[in-house]
């Protein structure tokens, strides 16, 4: 049981460049979010999905998609990579009965 | 707005001390609260609060939520230097979303 994983570990981009960074849970979770944390601001909702098939905007949307793939993943990408993306983000998955939420091991993303 | 707002930023204690972590919101359709620790990666669950005046327990740690007043505090006694982290406070609402406040950070000397 991994619970939440992430890939990649770290990534280094140039402005412009594309990628999309990977989430799998495996504890049958209903809801998935991506967040990101900055340095005195706290984490802060980019998008989250609900179930399978749904997907909507969190406080911070501008500048990425996601695609809940099936129940297990979900994938934040990045078209057109800016400095001000540079973070670490997390993706979450949630369990409905207890409202906690599980993250994952995290992505630290520089843009050059 | 809604925001959830955490205090001090910042402290620094010694081991065996007792320590108060503050945590205020103004969320609408509040659900829950929940407390996590933060060491160098993710978030780790601690507690959380959907009732008033219920105080939760796990070993040294405990939290319990106002709801009058909107604030929740989080209380570590003995502190040890393995407690040394940032410890965030964030409120459910609306459907699953959380709001998150910018943490506490905790350093516990020897």
């Known amino acids: 049981n991994a619970g939440v994983t992430q890939t990649p570990k770290f990534q280094v981009l140039k402005t412009g460049q594309s990628m999309t960074l990977q989430c799998a849970q495996d504890?049958?979770?209903?809801?998935m979010y991506w967040y990101r944390q900055d340095p005195g601001m706290g984490l802060r909702l980019i998008y989250y999905?609900?179930?399978?098939?749904?997907?909507d905007k969190g406080e911070v949307p501008n500048g990425y998609n996601v695609s809940r793939l099936n129940k297990r993943e979900f994938s934040l990408r990045l078209e057109s990579a800016a400095p001000s993306q540079t973070s670490v983000y997390f993706c979450a998955s949630g369990d409905r009965t207890t409202d906690t939420q599980y993250f994952g091991p995290g992505t630290r993303l520089t843009v050059l | 707005e809604d925001k959830v707002v955490q205090s001090p930023l910042s402290l620094v204690v010694h081991e065996g001390d007792t320590v108060t972590l503050n945590c205020s919101y103004e969320?609408?359709?509040?659900?829950?609260l929940l407390w996590y620790k933060q060491e160098k990666k993710a978030p780790t669950f601690l507690f959380m609060l959907?009732?008033?005046?219920i105080e939760k327990k796990s070993g040294r740690l405990s939290s319990i939520l106002d709801k009058k007043e909107l604030f929740s505090i989080l209380n570590i006694t003995a502190t040890q230097t393995g407690d040394s982290a940032v410890y965030l406070c964030a409120v459910l609402y609306n459907t699953d979303k959380l709001i998150f406040g910018t943490g506490t950070r905790l350093q516990v000397f020897p």
């Open positions: 969320v609408t359709n509040f659900r829950s």
């Open positions: 504890m049958n979770h209903n809801s």
């Open positions: 959907t009732s008033s005046g």
């Open positions: 999905s609900a179930s399978e098939g749904t997907t």
